[in-house]
């Protein structure tokens, strides 16, 4: 086993990426979105937003892909040119008892009184 890591995310990141989000999407409204994007959708996100701003991944001792960063623009006119919004999502922010088991990636029983 080694250690942590965090590095910049690869196009084959997209199914743990989509896997991570799918909950917080479904499950909370913090996202804004209504449905869960795909893994290709997710592929897609990934390049575009690799093309322009940092997109990282930590990645836990196994290798697997735990959580997730990225930066994007906030709105396209030009003199938000520098303004930049954040995201931030990992399978140990949340409470071992909010993941589900066995199923190997994060899928959380978030209620109410859950923090992510």
Known sequence: MRDEAIRSAWQD????????????VRDTTISFEWEPPSVEEMRARIE??????????SEDGAGAVDGYAHASRHRDAPSYQWLLEHILACCSCLPKSKLSPGNGDCHAELGQSATV
């Open 13 to 24: 990141d997209a199914a743990a990426i989509a896997g991570i989000f799918a909950p917080i």
């Open 48 to 57: 575009t937003t690799l093309a322009m701003h940092a997109w990282l991944v």
